[in-house]
């Protein structure tokens, strides 16, 4: 998801999505339970107020008014209705699911019989004083350190969420600078990468989001997006490489039994390293219905490649998996080094996330070197159950992570304790939407950037 933002905008409806789409039939996006089922031969059809919230609304033109906008131009959006969010999916369709693609002996890849009996940990640390490095070192010690967490590997990626230029969606620099110091004192090499979705002026112009490929476009709005976001001054202040994950050297990356994308290309330096550590912010997201450490990945798809709003993922994706999200989120975790998740929940975003929901001040970090294990938990918290979550079936159906919450050694604090009922997205199949959401090419180079307040998510 994106969002559209204008300097001095008066027409702001947080909620304007939930009102505009429309009766959509919706599939859970859960794999289906043929374990040898070839997924690309079967296509589906079609609150606490807080500060930030204040800056996010005054900044931000939702993508309910694009998408209102770019449906009185085309009149190709559906009708609104009710019963959209996907309940479809049951606990025992999950669990039935998860259960084939046990049985085809997937499970094999996870490493020797005795490591698979053992209990992924998942650590949850309340931040309290606003001190987010204590509870950040806290959560990595309840995982046994930073140097059993990281033993082996000396070269370690960083990878926040920054979707857009927008500070109140996006992973909070405090936390990173934490990680990096925790890791260069264990005499880790760290790097700090990211592929941004959009940002005006570059793929954004007026009310139209535009794909694209070109090379300076993305360059342009990378270096925009790290600066605005402070990431700039943050790398140069811990002296660690800013890698822009969109163009560069590449590679390839081979993804035995893939659903979508049997090679991937990736940015160089992601072979390079030992570990791809993901930190997320906290949100819904409306086509994924969570976006947390596995889901952040899809900024790992270089815009070069992919485009820039990974309009090609969606498309190739949604031919396998309705969300045009699930499928392609678990292909490029098993094309990387993903062993550390650090969710940063210091701030999270309920509803129409990942960019119009509203803020809740959580106050929690969630750590683990599973990703599914850290992500089911973060879930958990966010009281949204792994049924509802179609990455966790589709992560386990390629044999990765456990498939229920008491499979979890949570460490640390109580997820019953630190639990919020999160409003859930609305969700929308990507077909249902994709000819309202970047589907133009753009064929010029984009003015530059002259308001920093103008951005898109």
């Known amino acids: 998801m994106w969002l559209c933002c204008e300097r001095m905008r008066t027409e702001v409806e947080p909620r304007g999505l939930t009102r505009l789409i429309a009766k959509v039939p919706l599939s859970s996006g859960m794999p289906k339970e043929t374990p040898d089922r070839d997924p690309s031969r079967a296509p589906f059809t079609s609150t606490e107020a807080v500060s930030q919230q204040a800056d996010l609304v005054r900044h931000a033109r939702p993508i309910g008014v694009i998408l209102r906008n770019c449906t009185r131009r085309s009149g190709s959006l559906p009708e609104s209705g009710s019963g959209m969010r996907t309940k479809e999916a049951s606990r025992r369709d999950f669990l039935r699911a998860c259960a084939a693609a046990a049985m085809t002996g997937a499970a094999a890849v996870r490493g020797d019989p005795a490591a698979r009996q053992k209990r992924p940990a998942v650590s949850v640390v309340r931040i309290k004083g606003g001190n987010v490095a204590a509870a950040v070192e806290r959560a990595i010690d309840l995982l046994g350190g930073i140097k059993t967490v990281t033993d082996g590997r000396d070269r ?35 790097l700090i990468g990211e592929g941004s979705a959009a940002a005006a002026p570059f793929n954004v112009q007026g009310q139209e989001i535009f794909r694209t490929k070109k090379r300076d476009i993305l360059d342009a709005m990378q270096q925009f997006v790290f600066k605005e976001l402070g990431y ?14 969109h163009s560069g050297e590449l590679a390839e990356a081979k993804v035995p039994n893939a659903f979508v994308f049997p090679t991937l290309i990736i940015h160089r330096s992601l072979q390079d390293i030992d570990l791809l550590c993901s930190v997320p912010m906290m949100k819904t997201h409306a086509l994924a219905m969570v976006t947390l450490g596995m889901k952040n990945l899809i900024g790992v798809y270089p815009g070069t490649v992919y485009q820039s709003v990974r309009g090609e993922v969606h498309d190739l994706t949604a031919k396998v998996e309705p969300s045009g999200t699930a499928a392609a989120i678990v292909d490029m975790v098993r094309a990387n080094k993903l062993g550390l998740v650090v969710v940063d929940g210091s701030m999270a975003m309920e509803g129409n996330g990942p960019t119009e929901g509203t803020l809740v001040k959580m106050d929690v970090i969630v750590a683990g070197t599973d990703p599914v294990a850290t992500d089911m938990v973060a879930s958990s918290i966010m009281g949204i159950e792994p049924a509802e979550v179609p990455t966790f079936a589709w992560a386990n159906k390629a044999g990765l992570g456990p498939t229920a ?13 630190v639990r919020r009922n999160f409003v859930k997205p609305t969700i929308y199949p990507w077909d249902s939407i994709r000819g309202v959401w970047g589907v133009n090419v753009m064929a010029r180079a984009a003015p530059r950037a002259s308001c920093p307040a103008d951005a898109a998510a």
């Open 156 to 190: 370690i990626m960083l990878k926040p969420n920054l979707v857009s230029p927008v500070p109140s969606a996006t992973t909070k620099p405090e936390v990173i600078r934490a990680l990096a110091q925790l890791m260069k004192r264990a005499r880790k090499q760290v």
């Open 405 to 417: 919450l008491e499979q979890i050694e949570v460490l640390g604090e109580k997820i019953e304790k």
């Open 232 to 245: 700039t001054d943050l790398a140069q202040s811990l002296g660690v490489p800013l890698i822009n994950l």
